[in-house]
């Protein structure tokens, strides 16, 4: 059985322990983009980069866990689905209601395991789900007043927009950030309890938006019960 770091040992002076989940088609750069993010976040945090379901294997002492990597069962390169005791780890992790951060492509990952989309709560869904071709957008942010958009006004970014992303059956999401296209607006950055969706970056370019380095920072700090 798994046990899961408590909350008072994160209290008691830990760096708190963030596992990234990496990998996939080049187009997504996301080990790049994890490295990146490990610089943001600074030495408050132990971040530690997998690939693929590695990650899950990583998760006994796991504060956070950040899924970036894209591992569908169509992609051009060989898909590598998870092990069972993969599955059962990472199933583990999510039902004990411990954080999860989800990054753009990754909601697609493991379509064979349909599991996996109910516990990460988002969910590309082919021939509903789809993203806008790569260009410029205005992102509005929504007033919620809630920690993940603390400080982060509009902002401008370059990137490819995912739109009808499906939400799993249940769950209570609201909006934070949207952006418009072809007369819709579409939900950029979305919450649930212990959950995030960050939908902006497709590549190095689109995280040189500004605003996103403020996004990621509050959604670890977030999710983490840090301030």
Known sequence: MLRFRSAAGQRGGMNQRIVFHVGGPSMHPT????????????KEYDCTICEGGMAFERLADCDLLVLMGLYWTKSHIAYRPLTEEQRRAFGAYAAA????????????????????????????????????????????????GHPIVAGVADYQIRDE??????????????????AEWQGRKHP???TAPRRVYLANG??????????????????VRWLTGGK
């Open 202 to 219: 497709h590549n190095m370019e689109a995280f040189e938006c500004p605003a996103l380095k403020q996004i990621w920072i509050n959604a």
């Open 97 to 144: 209601g411990r954080p999860i951060l989800v990054h753009h492509a990754a909601i697609i990952s493991y379509d064979d395991w349909p599991r996996f989309a109910e516990l990460v709560g988002f969910q590309w869904v082919w021939r509903k789900t789809n993203h806008a071709p790569y260009a410029d957008f205005k992102v509005t942010v929504v007033p919620t």
């Open 31 to 42: 080990d790049a983009q994890a490295g990146l993010i490990r610089k943001w976040l600074g």
């Open 188 to 190: 950029l950055i979305l």
């Open 161 to 178: 927009l995912y739109y009808d992303v499906q939400i799993a059956k249940g769950w209570n999401v609201t909006v934070h950030a949207e």
